[in-house]
């Protein structure tokens, strides 16, 4: 499976912009990009994912780089609710079992008020 | 819909005793797939099921450890002999299969401790 890389830690104020990043550089032309959250004493909750273009919803917004080596989880407003473990997650196109997910350790986002 | 319901939410047992945990997908879906997250460890899958076939079940710890899935709504992890490194918070998630690549749904967790 193809590994991301995420910073272990980010701050945010409430109020702003954040942008989580994620490296994929081993990514195959088949792999979708997702992103995962977990709230603290909760089960991950889906936030986004993408292919090959950006891609906006309520929750937030997912820049993928070009060469699809890299993308940005975008929250447009952070709010105190939004801290959380963000998980960047490659998952075979196609494949079909899309709870077939292989977690890494993530970013835990801080927002302070 | 309720969304992924497990049972029990808290579980507390003696070494040695049979543990197990419940998960009730959500009605529709046809993949169900077991978690287990520790600190040291992190979110690890532990078996998934396509139409209540076990496909791959590579991520159980040991022989201890087993998963049915009787019918398209109801999945059972059971533990037996537990031990204390048992002690996790074990996920239930279910997801419609597709070649959409759609969204996993994960209950909120069944937290078990053995001491």
């Known amino acids: 499976d193809a590994k991301t890389t995420q910073p272990n830690s980010m701050e945010s104020n409430e109020e702003e912009p954040v942008h989580l990043p994620c490296n994929h550089s081993?990514?195959?032309?088949?792999?979708?990009i997702h992103w995962y959250r977990q709230l603290p004493s909760q089960g991950p909750e889906y936030v986004i994912h993408?292919?090959?273009s950006n891609v906006n919803n309520r929750m937030a917004s997912l820049a993928i780089a070009e060469d699809r080596k890299s993308s940005t989880l975008i929250l447009h407003r952070a709010t105190l609710r939004d801290a959380a473990v963000y998980y960047c997650?490659?998952?075979?196109?196609?494949?079909?079992?899309?709870?077939?997910?292989?977690f890494g350790q993530g970013t835990t986002l801080q927002v302070k008020p | 819909d309720a969304g992924v319901i497990q049972s029990p939410r808290h579980e507390v047992t003696e070494m040695g005793q049979e543990v197990t945990l419940r998960c009730k997908p959500i009605s529709g879906h046809n993949s169900l797939f077991w978690y287990r997250q520790t600190m040291m460890r992190g979110l690890e899958l532990l078996i998934y099921f396509n139409n209540n076939v076990p496909i791959d079940d590579s991520g159980m710890p040991e022989d201890r450890f087993s998963a049915k899935m009787p019918n398209a709504s109801f999945s059972t992890l059971k533990i037996q002999p537990s031990e204390p490194r048992d002690s996790a918070v074990y996920f239930c998630?279910?997801?419609?299969?597709?070649?959409?690549?759609?969204?996993?749904?994960f209950g909120q967790g069944t937290r078990l401790t053995v001491v």
């Open positions: 998630a279910s997801s419609l299969r597709s070649t959409m690549n759609t969204e996993a749904f």
């Open positions: 081993t990514i195959s032309g088949t792999d979708y």
């Open positions: 993408g292919l090959t």
């Open positions: 997650i490659l998952a075979p196109k196609g494949s079909g079992n899309t709870g077939k997910l292989i």
